[in-house]
Protein backbone atom coordinates (compact mmCIF):
# COMPACT_ATOMS: atom_id res chain seq x y z
CA UNK A 1 0.00 0.00 0.00
CA UNK A 2 1.15 3.70 -1.08
CA UNK A 3 0.69 6.82 1.58
CA UNK A 4 1.10 10.17 -0.32
CA UNK A 5 2.33 12.54 2.33
CA UNK A 6 0.40 16.11 2.48
CA UNK A 7 -2.33 14.44 0.11
CA UNK A 8 -3.65 10.95 1.10
CA UNK A 9 -5.49 11.10 4.88
CA UNK A 10 -3.73 9.54 7.33
CA UNK A 11 -5.15 6.82 9.71
CA UNK A 12 -4.50 4.94 12.35
CA UNK A 13 -3.63 2.08 10.62
CA UNK A 14 -1.98 3.58 8.08
CA UNK A 15 0.86 5.69 10.18
CA UNK A 16 1.03 2.30 12.52
CA UNK A 17 1.43 0.73 8.52
CA UNK A 18 4.30 3.07 7.51
CA UNK A 19 6.07 2.53 11.26
CA UNK A 20 6.02 -1.27 10.52
CA UNK A 21 6.97 -1.37 6.99
CA UNK A 22 3.40 -2.54 5.57
CA UNK A 23 2.50 0.96 4.71
CA UNK A 24 5.22 2.59 2.13
CA UNK A 25 5.22 6.62 2.68
CA UNK A 26 6.32 8.68 -0.28
CA UNK A 27 6.42 11.93 -1.36
CA UNK A 28 4.65 12.94 -4.68
CA UNK A 29 5.03 15.90 -6.94
CA UNK A 30 2.14 17.79 -5.93
CA UNK A 31 3.39 17.60 -2.32
CA UNK A 32 6.58 18.66 -3.64
CA UNK A 33 5.24 21.43 -5.49
CA UNK A 34 3.17 22.44 -2.18
CA UNK A 35 6.28 22.56 0.17
CA UNK A 36 8.17 24.73 -2.78
CA UNK A 37 5.33 27.28 -3.54
CA UNK A 38 5.27 27.67 0.76
CA UNK A 39 8.90 27.93 0.75
CA UNK A 40 9.03 30.73 -1.84
CA UNK A 41 6.76 33.07 0.66
CA UNK A 42 8.99 32.35 3.24
CA UNK A 43 12.23 33.61 1.67
CA UNK A 44 10.09 36.63 0.74
CA UNK A 45 9.20 37.53 4.43
CA UNK A 46 13.13 36.44 5.57
CA UNK A 47 14.22 39.24 3.21
CA UNK A 48 11.75 42.34 4.32
CA UNK A 49 11.92 44.91 6.55
CA UNK A 50 8.65 43.91 8.46
CA UNK A 51 8.95 42.22 11.47
CA UNK A 52 7.55 38.49 11.04
CA UNK A 53 7.11 36.22 14.10
CA UNK A 54 9.69 33.06 13.47
CA UNK A 55 11.35 34.16 10.18
CA UNK A 56 12.98 37.42 11.18
CA UNK A 57 12.72 37.93 14.49
CA UNK A 58 13.60 36.07 18.29
CA UNK A 59 11.38 33.43 19.83
CA UNK A 60 8.12 33.35 22.68
CA UNK A 61 9.60 36.58 24.96
CA UNK A 62 11.90 38.06 22.51
CA UNK A 63 9.30 38.30 19.99
CA UNK A 64 9.99 41.92 19.32
CA UNK A 65 13.24 42.17 18.67
CA UNK A 66 13.96 41.75 14.82
CA UNK A 67 16.96 39.85 13.49
CA UNK A 68 19.06 40.48 10.59
CA UNK A 69 19.09 38.22 7.42
CA UNK A 70 22.96 37.31 8.08
CA UNK A 71 21.65 35.96 12.22
CA UNK A 72 18.95 34.25 10.77
CA UNK A 73 20.17 30.73 9.55
CA UNK A 74 22.52 30.69 13.09
CA UNK A 75 19.09 31.62 14.90
CA UNK A 76 17.49 28.26 13.51
CA UNK A 77 20.23 25.82 14.75
CA UNK A 78 20.55 27.95 18.46
CA UNK A 79 16.77 27.20 18.39
CA UNK A 80 17.08 23.47 18.35
CA UNK A 81 20.30 23.24 20.56
CA UNK A 82 18.47 25.69 23.53
CA UNK A 83 15.58 23.67 23.33
CA UNK A 84 16.73 20.37 23.38
CA UNK A 85 16.53 20.07 27.24
CA UNK A 86 14.61 16.74 27.95
CA UNK A 87 15.20 14.33 31.38
CA UNK A 88 14.61 11.16 31.85
CA UNK A 89 14.23 7.54 30.13
CA UNK A 90 14.61 7.79 26.14
CA UNK A 91 11.15 6.86 24.89
CA UNK A 92 10.52 3.86 23.01
CA UNK A 93 12.24 4.23 19.77
CA UNK A 94 8.88 3.39 17.52
CA UNK A 95 7.46 6.57 19.23
CA UNK A 96 10.34 8.44 17.72
CA UNK A 97 9.70 6.91 14.38
CA UNK A 98 5.70 7.97 14.75
CA UNK A 99 6.75 11.20 15.59
CA UNK A 100 8.59 11.77 12.37
CA UNK A 101 6.28 10.15 10.43
CA UNK A 102 3.61 12.99 12.10
CA UNK A 103 5.40 15.69 11.38
CA UNK A 104 6.18 14.42 7.51
CA UNK A 105 2.60 14.54 6.87
CA UNK A 106 2.30 18.01 8.75
CA UNK A 107 5.11 19.80 6.97
CA UNK A 108 4.03 18.48 3.75
CA UNK A 109 1.02 19.95 3.83
CA UNK A 110 2.44 23.46 2.21
CA UNK A 111 2.02 25.78 5.05
CA UNK A 112 4.83 25.32 7.17
CA UNK A 113 8.11 27.03 4.99
CA UNK A 114 10.35 24.52 5.49
CA UNK A 115 12.50 22.90 2.30
CA UNK A 116 12.25 20.11 0.40
CA UNK A 117 15.82 19.03 1.35
CA UNK A 118 15.35 19.08 5.34
CA UNK A 119 11.81 16.65 4.42
CA UNK A 120 13.74 14.47 2.53
CA UNK A 121 16.16 14.06 5.25
CA UNK A 122 13.71 13.41 7.67
CA UNK A 123 12.36 10.58 5.08
CA UNK A 124 15.60 9.39 4.88
CA UNK A 125 15.71 8.59 8.49
CA UNK A 126 12.54 6.96 8.56
CA UNK A 127 12.98 4.57 5.47
CA UNK A 128 16.62 3.55 7.26
CA UNK A 129 14.98 3.28 10.63
CA UNK A 130 17.59 5.53 11.91
CA UNK A 131 15.57 6.79 15.09
CA UNK A 132 16.64 9.71 17.25
CA UNK A 133 16.95 9.49 20.67
CA UNK A 134 14.60 11.10 22.59
CA UNK A 135 13.76 11.85 26.42
CA UNK A 136 10.39 11.19 28.21
CA UNK A 137 9.96 14.45 30.43
CA UNK A 138 10.60 17.73 29.26
CA UNK A 139 6.85 18.85 27.22
CA UNK A 140 4.28 21.62 28.44
CA UNK A 141 2.60 20.51 25.64
CA UNK A 142 2.40 24.17 24.07
CA UNK A 143 4.33 25.46 22.08
CA UNK A 144 3.82 21.95 21.49
CA UNK A 145 6.17 19.71 22.27
CA UNK A 146 9.41 21.65 21.93
CA UNK A 147 11.91 19.67 24.14
CA UNK A 148 11.09 16.42 22.66
CA UNK A 149 10.98 17.63 18.67
CA UNK A 150 13.93 19.43 19.74
CA UNK A 151 16.06 16.19 20.35
CA UNK A 152 14.02 14.49 17.84
CA UNK A 153 15.75 16.72 14.93
CA UNK A 154 19.14 17.13 16.72
CA UNK A 155 20.48 14.90 14.07
CA UNK A 156 20.03 16.66 10.90
CA UNK A 157 21.92 19.14 12.07
CA UNK A 158 24.70 16.59 13.44
CA UNK A 159 24.04 17.08 16.75
CA UNK A 160 22.48 14.73 19.14
CA UNK A 161 22.28 10.85 19.53
CA UNK A 162 20.33 7.58 16.91
CA UNK A 163 19.80 4.31 18.51
CA UNK A 164 21.59 1.70 16.49
CA UNK A 165 20.04 -1.69 17.12
CA UNK A 166 20.06 -1.11 21.16
CA UNK A 167 22.99 1.17 21.23
CA UNK A 168 22.68 4.80 21.88
CA UNK A 169 25.40 6.01 18.77
CA UNK A 170 26.12 10.12 18.31
CA UNK A 171 24.22 11.70 15.24
CA UNK A 172 27.43 12.50 14.40
CA UNK A 173 29.31 8.82 13.70
CA UNK A 174 26.25 7.91 12.14
CA UNK A 175 25.64 10.33 9.65
CA UNK A 176 29.38 10.11 8.47
CA UNK A 177 28.63 6.37 7.79
CA UNK A 178 26.02 7.03 5.70
CA UNK A 179 28.06 9.83 3.79
CA UNK A 180 25.84 12.42 4.79
CA UNK A 181 26.33 15.92 5.80
CA UNK A 182 24.55 17.84 8.45
CA UNK A 183 22.20 20.32 6.99
CA UNK A 184 22.10 24.24 7.69
CA UNK A 185 18.92 25.47 8.14
CA UNK A 186 17.55 28.76 7.25
CA UNK A 187 14.52 31.01 7.72
CA UNK A 188 11.43 29.68 9.95
CA UNK A 189 12.82 25.63 9.50
CA UNK A 190 13.87 25.59 12.84
CA UNK A 191 10.61 26.74 14.12
CA UNK A 192 8.77 24.45 11.59
CA UNK A 193 10.57 21.63 13.10
CA UNK A 194 9.68 22.04 16.92
CA UNK A 195 6.70 23.86 17.03
CA UNK A 196 3.56 20.57 17.11
CA UNK A 197 2.40 18.08 18.92
CA UNK A 198 3.71 15.55 17.45
CA UNK A 199 5.21 14.24 21.08
CA UNK A 200 1.72 14.13 22.21
CA UNK A 201 0.37 12.48 18.37
CA UNK A 202 2.85 9.46 19.48
CA UNK A 203 1.56 8.66 22.32
CA UNK A 204 -2.01 8.63 21.72
CA UNK A 205 -1.49 6.34 18.76
CA UNK A 206 0.34 3.50 20.40
CA UNK A 207 -1.91 3.94 23.50
CA UNK A 208 -4.93 4.04 21.26
CA UNK A 209 -3.45 0.71 19.05
CA UNK A 210 -2.81 -1.11 22.43
CA UNK A 211 -5.97 0.20 24.18
CA UNK A 212 -8.36 -1.26 20.91
CA UNK A 213 -6.97 -4.90 21.73
CA UNK A 214 -7.35 -4.43 25.40
CA UNK A 215 -10.85 -3.60 24.94
CA UNK A 216 -12.04 -6.59 23.16
CA UNK A 217 -9.80 -8.62 25.15
CA UNK A 218 -11.15 -7.32 28.40
CA UNK A 219 -14.99 -8.70 26.86
CA UNK A 220 -12.93 -12.23 26.31
CA UNK A 221 -11.72 -12.18 29.98
CA UNK A 222 -14.95 -10.61 31.61
CA UNK A 223 -17.04 -13.51 29.86
CA UNK A 224 -14.74 -16.14 31.39
CA UNK A 225 -15.53 -14.76 34.98
CA UNK A 226 -19.05 -15.13 34.16
CA UNK A 227 -18.52 -18.51 32.56
CA UNK A 228 -16.49 -19.41 35.86
CA UNK A 229 -19.01 -17.58 37.89
CA UNK A 230 -21.63 -19.17 36.34
CA UNK A 231 -23.13 -15.66 36.17
CA UNK A 232 -26.15 -15.00 33.45
CA UNK A 233 -26.06 -13.80 30.06
CA UNK A 234 -29.70 -11.89 30.32
CA UNK A 235 -28.42 -8.93 31.25
CA UNK A 236 -26.83 -8.62 27.69
CA UNK A 237 -29.78 -9.03 25.42
CA UNK A 238 -30.41 -6.53 22.88
CA UNK A 239 -33.97 -5.44 24.21
CA UNK A 240 -32.13 -4.05 27.00
CA UNK A 241 -29.51 -2.12 25.37
CA UNK A 242 -31.75 -0.60 22.39
CA UNK A 243 -33.55 1.30 25.59
CA UNK A 244 -30.05 3.58 26.13
CA UNK A 245 -28.43 3.16 23.14
CA UNK A 246 -24.98 4.19 23.61
CA UNK A 247 -22.36 3.15 20.77
CA UNK A 248 -19.98 1.31 23.20
CA UNK A 249 -22.76 -0.51 25.51
CA UNK A 250 -24.38 -1.71 22.72
CA UNK A 251 -20.97 -2.95 21.09
CA UNK A 252 -19.76 -4.70 24.20
CA UNK A 253 -23.72 -6.13 24.44
CA UNK A 254 -23.20 -7.74 21.23
CA UNK A 255 -19.75 -8.81 21.77
CA UNK A 256 -20.84 -10.48 25.48
CA UNK A 257 -23.82 -12.47 23.75
CA UNK A 258 -21.25 -13.74 21.17
CA UNK A 259 -18.67 -15.01 23.95
CA UNK A 260 -21.57 -17.11 25.67
CA UNK A 261 -22.88 -17.76 22.83
CA UNK A 262 -24.03 -21.76 22.99
CA UNK A 263 -22.53 -22.09 26.41
CA UNK A 264 -23.88 -25.67 28.07
CA UNK A 265 -22.50 -24.03 31.44
CA UNK A 266 -24.78 -20.27 30.90
CA UNK A 267 -27.46 -22.79 29.96
CA UNK A 268 -27.33 -25.49 32.77
CA UNK A 269 -28.68 -22.82 35.40
CA UNK A 270 -31.36 -20.68 33.35
CA UNK A 271 -33.99 -21.84 36.10
CA UNK A 272 -31.49 -21.08 39.16
CA UNK A 273 -32.80 -19.55 42.27
CA UNK A 274 -30.33 -16.37 41.40
CA UNK A 275 -32.28 -13.32 40.77
CA UNK A 276 -28.84 -11.31 39.74
CA UNK A 277 -25.30 -11.03 39.39
CA UNK A 278 -22.60 -8.61 41.27
CA UNK A 279 -22.51 -5.08 39.08
CA UNK A 280 -18.65 -5.94 37.73
CA UNK A 281 -20.85 -9.19 35.95
CA UNK A 282 -23.97 -7.60 34.85
CA UNK A 283 -23.15 -4.23 34.11
CA UNK A 284 -19.66 -5.18 31.85
CA UNK A 285 -22.05 -3.35 29.08
CA UNK A 286 -22.27 -0.24 31.03
CA UNK A 287 -18.79 -0.43 31.98
CA UNK A 288 -17.07 -1.41 28.83
CA UNK A 289 -18.77 0.20 26.83
CA UNK A 290 -18.13 3.60 28.69
CA UNK A 291 -14.48 3.25 28.60
CA UNK A 292 -15.35 2.46 24.57
CA UNK A 293 -17.04 5.62 24.01
CA UNK A 294 -13.98 7.38 25.42
CA UNK A 295 -11.46 5.62 22.60
CA UNK A 296 -14.01 6.30 20.31
CA UNK A 297 -13.71 9.59 20.99
CA UNK A 298 -9.95 9.87 21.10
CA UNK A 299 -9.39 8.13 18.15
CA UNK A 300 -11.91 10.65 16.09
CA UNK A 301 -9.92 13.11 17.25
CA UNK A 302 -6.12 11.76 16.88
CA UNK A 303 -7.16 11.42 13.38
CA UNK A 304 -7.93 14.76 12.96
CA UNK A 305 -4.54 15.83 14.87
CA UNK A 306 -2.72 13.64 12.35
CA UNK A 307 -3.74 15.67 9.58
CA UNK A 308 -3.58 18.92 10.63
CA UNK A 309 -1.12 21.47 10.70
CA UNK A 310 0.63 22.66 14.27
CA UNK A 311 3.44 24.54 14.07
CA UNK A 312 3.54 27.91 14.19
CA UNK A 313 3.54 30.85 12.51
CA UNK A 314 1.44 29.39 9.19
CA UNK A 315 2.83 30.58 5.94
CA UNK A 316 -0.57 32.26 3.88
CA UNK A 317 0.94 34.17 1.69
CA UNK A 318 4.18 35.87 1.10
CA UNK A 319 2.89 38.96 3.42
CA UNK A 320 0.89 36.81 5.91
CA UNK A 321 2.33 34.21 8.75
CA UNK A 322 -0.49 34.33 10.95
CA UNK A 323 1.02 33.42 14.85
CA UNK A 324 -1.39 31.71 16.68
CA UNK A 325 -2.43 28.66 18.46
CA UNK A 326 -2.61 25.74 16.79
CA UNK A 327 0.45 24.04 18.55
CA UNK A 328 -1.36 23.91 21.64
CA UNK A 329 -1.86 20.40 22.76
CA UNK A 330 -5.52 21.03 24.86
CA UNK A 331 -7.80 19.33 22.51
CA UNK A 332 -5.76 16.30 22.54
CA UNK A 333 -4.34 16.25 26.31
CA UNK A 334 -8.47 16.26 27.88
CA UNK A 335 -9.38 13.62 25.31
CA UNK A 336 -5.96 11.60 26.41
CA UNK A 337 -7.02 12.21 30.16
CA UNK A 338 -10.63 11.01 29.50
CA UNK A 339 -8.91 7.86 27.95
CA UNK A 340 -6.87 7.29 31.05
CA UNK A 341 -9.84 6.83 33.12
CA UNK A 342 -11.24 4.72 30.72
CA UNK A 343 -8.79 2.19 30.57
CA UNK A 344 -8.56 2.46 34.63
CA UNK A 345 -12.15 1.42 34.67
CA UNK A 346 -11.54 -1.33 32.52
CA UNK A 347 -9.21 -2.63 35.61
CA UNK A 348 -10.73 -1.49 38.16
CA UNK A 349 -13.97 -4.03 37.13
CA UNK A 350 -11.69 -6.96 36.03
CA UNK A 351 -9.93 -6.74 40.03
CA UNK A 352 -13.58 -6.95 41.46
CA UNK A 353 -14.20 -10.05 38.97
CA UNK A 354 -11.13 -11.58 40.28
CA UNK A 355 -12.38 -11.14 43.78
CA UNK A 356 -15.80 -12.47 42.95
CA UNK A 357 -14.26 -15.50 41.54
CA UNK A 358 -12.11 -16.27 45.14
CA UNK A 359 -15.29 -16.06 47.28
CA UNK A 360 -16.32 -19.72 47.12
CA UNK A 361 -19.80 -19.13 45.62
CA UNK A 362 -21.96 -21.34 43.48
CA UNK A 363 -19.54 -24.54 43.52
CA UNK A 364 -16.40 -22.41 43.14
CA UNK A 365 -14.12 -23.60 46.03
CA UNK A 366 -12.64 -20.86 47.88
CA UNK A 367 -9.53 -19.41 46.76
CA UNK A 368 -10.38 -21.21 43.78
CA UNK A 369 -8.00 -24.36 44.86
CA UNK A 370 -9.65 -27.72 46.84
CA UNK A 371 -7.12 -28.02 49.02
CA UNK A 372 -7.65 -25.15 51.35
CA UNK A 373 -5.33 -24.67 54.32
CA UNK A 374 -2.46 -25.95 53.34
CA UNK A 375 -2.72 -24.01 49.98
CA UNK A 376 -3.57 -20.42 49.53
CA UNK A 377 -4.57 -20.98 46.14
CA UNK A 378 -5.05 -17.88 43.96
CA UNK A 379 -5.37 -15.51 46.98
CA UNK A 380 -2.43 -13.46 46.37
CA UNK A 381 -2.41 -12.43 43.06
CA UNK A 382 -5.32 -10.42 43.56
CA UNK A 383 -3.07 -8.30 46.24
CA UNK A 384 -1.26 -7.61 42.83
CA UNK A 385 -4.37 -6.45 40.52
CA UNK A 386 -5.31 -4.66 43.62
CA UNK A 387 -2.54 -2.41 43.77
CA UNK A 388 -1.96 -2.47 40.24
CA UNK A 389 -5.85 -0.77 40.45
CA UNK A 390 -4.49 1.43 42.85
CA UNK A 391 -1.51 2.60 40.94
CA UNK A 392 -3.88 3.77 38.05
CA UNK A 393 -6.49 5.44 40.20
CA UNK A 394 -3.25 7.27 41.39
CA UNK A 395 -2.23 8.16 37.56
CA UNK A 396 -5.63 9.63 36.80
CA UNK A 397 -4.87 13.02 37.58
CA UNK A 398 -5.81 15.33 34.58
CA UNK A 399 -2.45 16.87 33.50
CA UNK A 400 -4.58 18.47 31.25
CA UNK A 401 -6.32 20.48 34.27
CA UNK A 402 -2.73 21.98 35.22
CA UNK A 403 -0.78 24.85 33.63
CA UNK A 404 2.50 26.66 35.06
CA UNK A 405 3.66 29.46 33.06
CA UNK A 406 6.64 29.48 31.06
CA UNK A 407 8.50 31.79 28.60
CA UNK A 408 8.62 35.08 31.25
CA UNK A 409 4.79 34.68 30.35
CA UNK A 410 4.58 34.47 26.81
CA UNK A 411 3.69 31.03 27.22
CA UNK A 412 0.97 31.94 29.98
CA UNK A 413 -1.08 28.84 30.09
CA UNK A 414 -0.34 25.42 28.71
CA UNK A 415 -1.81 22.13 28.17
CA UNK A 416 0.71 19.68 29.97
CA UNK A 417 -0.79 16.86 27.21
CA UNK A 418 2.86 15.04 26.81
CA UNK A 419 2.22 13.97 30.54
CA UNK A 420 -1.09 12.89 29.61
CA UNK A 421 -0.03 10.89 26.40
CA UNK A 422 2.97 9.07 28.76
CA UNK A 423 0.25 8.57 31.86
CA UNK A 424 -2.69 6.71 29.34
CA UNK A 425 0.14 4.07 28.19
CA UNK A 426 1.35 3.38 31.67
CA UNK A 427 -2.13 2.84 32.59
CA UNK A 428 -2.34 0.61 29.48
CA UNK A 429 0.53 -1.43 30.70
CA UNK A 430 -0.70 -2.25 33.84
CA UNK A 431 -3.94 -2.84 32.59
CA UNK A 432 -2.22 -5.43 30.65
CA UNK A 433 -1.28 -7.59 33.96
CA UNK A 434 -4.53 -6.79 35.48
CA UNK A 435 -6.69 -8.71 32.82
CA UNK A 436 -3.62 -11.55 32.91
CA UNK A 437 -4.15 -12.40 36.21
CA UNK A 438 -8.18 -12.00 35.52
CA UNK A 439 -7.78 -14.36 32.39
CA UNK A 440 -5.78 -16.75 34.50
CA UNK A 441 -7.81 -16.39 37.52
CA UNK A 442 -11.22 -17.57 34.63
CA UNK A 443 -9.65 -20.45 33.88
CA UNK A 444 -8.80 -22.24 36.47
CA UNK A 445 -12.73 -21.31 37.51
CA UNK A 446 -13.80 -22.99 34.08
CA UNK A 447 -11.91 -26.24 35.42
CA UNK A 448 -14.86 -26.43 38.02
CA UNK A 449 -17.27 -26.27 35.62
CA UNK A 450 -16.29 -29.44 33.56
CA UNK A 451 -17.78 -31.30 31.60
CA UNK A 452 -20.27 -28.38 30.66
CA UNK A 453 -18.64 -26.62 27.52
CA UNK A 454 -18.52 -23.25 26.24
CA UNK A 455 -18.59 -20.87 23.43
CA UNK A 456 -15.73 -21.94 21.21
CA UNK A 457 -14.01 -18.58 21.48
CA UNK A 458 -13.84 -19.12 25.08
CA UNK A 459 -12.48 -22.66 24.58
CA UNK A 460 -9.66 -21.99 22.30
CA UNK A 461 -9.12 -18.81 24.64
CA UNK A 462 -8.56 -21.37 27.62
CA UNK A 463 -6.43 -23.79 25.33
CA UNK A 464 -4.10 -20.81 25.05
CA UNK A 465 -3.50 -19.98 28.76
CA UNK A 466 -3.47 -23.84 29.18
CA UNK A 467 -0.48 -24.08 26.47
CA UNK A 468 1.06 -22.14 28.69
CA UNK A 469 -0.34 -22.16 32.20
CA UNK A 470 -1.63 -25.62 34.07
CA UNK A 471 -4.51 -25.62 36.02
CA UNK A 472 -3.40 -24.90 40.10
CA UNK A 473 -3.68 -28.13 41.94
CA UNK A 474 -0.95 -27.47 44.84
CA UNK A 475 0.66 -23.96 45.48
CA UNK A 476 3.30 -23.81 43.43
CA UNK A 477 5.23 -20.02 42.48
CA UNK A 478 2.88 -18.07 40.60
CA UNK A 479 5.25 -15.60 39.80
CA UNK A 480 6.38 -17.65 36.20
CA UNK A 481 2.47 -18.30 35.53
CA UNK A 482 1.70 -14.80 36.03
CA UNK A 483 4.68 -13.80 33.56
CA UNK A 484 3.64 -15.91 30.67
CA UNK A 485 0.20 -14.92 31.11
CA UNK A 486 1.49 -10.81 30.75
CA UNK A 487 3.40 -12.41 27.87
CA UNK A 488 0.57 -13.87 26.10
CA UNK A 489 -1.56 -10.54 26.90
CA UNK A 490 1.17 -8.20 25.45
CA UNK A 491 1.90 -9.86 22.24
CA UNK A 492 -1.88 -10.11 21.48
CA UNK A 493 -2.50 -13.71 21.07
CA UNK A 494 -5.49 -14.44 22.75
CA UNK A 495 -8.48 -14.97 20.15
CA UNK A 496 -11.13 -11.92 20.34
CA UNK A 497 -13.36 -12.29 17.54
Avoid at 434 to 456: C, G, K, V
Wanted: glycine fraction near 8%.
Amino acid sequence: MIFKYGIDTLTLDKVIGISEGTVEGILTSEAKDKVNACRKKVEVMASSNKAIYGINTGFGPLCDIQITTEQTNKLQENLLITHAVGVGNPIDKNLSKLMMICKVHALCQGYSGIRLKVIERILFFIKNNLLPVVPEQGSVGASGDLAPLSHLFLPLIGEGEFWVDDKIVTAKKVLKGYELKPIQLKAKEGLALINGTQFILAHAITGLKKMEYLLDLADVSGAMSIEGYQGSSAPFRDELHKLRPFKGNIAVAERMFMLLYKSQNVDSHENCERVQDPYSMRCIPQVHGASRNAFYHLKKLTKIEMNSVTDNPIILSETEAISGGNFHGQPIAMALDYCSIAASELGNIADRRCYLLLEGKYGLPRLLTTGGGLNSGFMIPQYTTAALVTENKSLCFPPSADSIPTSLGQEDHVSMGSISGRQFNQILGNLEKILAIELMYAAQALEFRRPNTFSDIIEENFSIIREKVAKLEDDRLLKDDINAMINLVVNQTFILK
